[in-house]
């Protein structure tokens, strides 16, 4: 399956570093910003995380959630919050399930070692629980601001 602007945003129930569910039905009236990255407490990772924190004000004018995934577990997330006070959600997807949902895994390669990666990808889902606009293989400098400048004209 792949995913495709218009289309229905799909859905894995997912746990948050809180032990919460995020169900995507519940969610429905208001914008989501659903983005991927690779790892915790790694530069990019940080800098995306810290720049949306940042525009959090914005985006809740915006009436816009984000909520960040990656393969880090629970516990990961929760110090990757505290370290750098992170004012949203993130997504401990361990089993890859939004991962694969969305087609984010990507071979990747470290020290000549070959691997499975998440390619740093952002989804905007509607209020109406569309995809409205896919970024992928994100550029971490000026995206968060990219992101807030379509959302103001949707």
Request: net charge positive; glycine share 8%.
């Amino acid at each position: 399956m792949s995913i495709e602007i218009g289309n229905v945003a799909p859905w894995v129930p997912s746990i948050c570093e809180d032990g919460s569910t995020i169900e995507l039905s519940e969610l429905r009236g208001q914008n989501i910003i659903l983005y991927f990255y690779p790892k915790d407490d790694t530069p990019g990772c940080t800098i995306e995380a810290q720049d949306f924190t940042k525009h959090l004000p914005e985006f809740e004018k915006l009436k816009t959630i984000i909520l960040g995934v990656s393969k880090d577990s629970k516990s990961s997330h929760c110090k990757f919050i505290d370290k750098y006070n992170i004012g949203f959600n993130l997504i401990a997807d361990e089993e890859k399930k939004l991962c694969k949902t969305y087609g984010v895994l990507k071979e990747k390669s470290m020290f000549g070692k070959k691997y499975m990666g998440i390619q740093r990808s952002t989804f905007l889902i509607d209020s109406n629980g569309n995809i409205a606009k896919i970024w992928r293989n994100v550029k971490v400098k000026g995206h968060v601001e990219e992101v807030i400048n379509l959302i103001k004209t949707i």
